[in-house]
């Protein structure tokens, strides 16, 4: 059995995963466009990790007899200025999921709910990883003059991203 409270917590979290699925795939579509291929294939993997979140979140209301709910989504932005830009809106994104499953950890603890403390202590590491891995990215960004031929450094390191 699962609470109300933690099924509407959870279903919202699957929207905001979505949501950054579709985020990430929008900077994937910027980064093609300005022939950064490299950047583009990281920022699809990223999707694809997002998507994944959702499904793990969705599975383990299906598994608890709680039903998943598919929400409308908000369209992302699509207009980013430059790869610095799409990695400083990156990190501030996922700054701001890292408080939201936060937040969530709170109401599993309120309600004694120990499989979401449990399901939800994945996500809290994952953050500290997603965090980590945009800011080393950002660093190398912050220290490339704009219109350095550096750039192409970088998207080839994205590009050994696996999926
Ligand atoms: Fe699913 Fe980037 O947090």
Redesign the pocket.
């Known amino acids: 059995m699962i609470s109300k409270k933690i099924l509407e917590a959870i279903n919202a979290h699957i929207q905001e995963?979505m949501y950054?699925s579709n985020l990430y795939l929008s900077m994937a579509a910027y980064c093609e466009s300005v022939n950064l291929k490299g950047f583009a294939h990281w920022m699809r993997i990223q999707a694809n990790e997002?998507h994944g979140?959702a499904m793990k979140l969705f599975e383990h209301l299906v598994d608890r007899g709680g039903k998943p709910q598919i929400k409308g989504i908000n369209e992302p932005p699509a207009g980013f200025e430059s790869p610095r830009d799409v990695f400083e809106k990156t990190l501030a994104h996922?700054r701001e999921?890292t408080k939201k499953v936060h937040k969530l950890y709170e109401v599993a603890l309120e309600e004694k709910d120990y499989a979401a403390q449990i399901l939800l202590q994945w996500f809290i590491s994952?953050?500290v990883e997603?965090e980590a891995r945009v800011t080393e990215t950002l660093e190398k960004l912050k220290s490339i003059s704009e219109g350095s031929s550096a750039i192409f450094w970088v998207d080839k390191e994205l590009r050994k991203r696996a999926g």
């Open positions: 995963e950054s997002e979140h996922e999921v994952e953050q997603e």
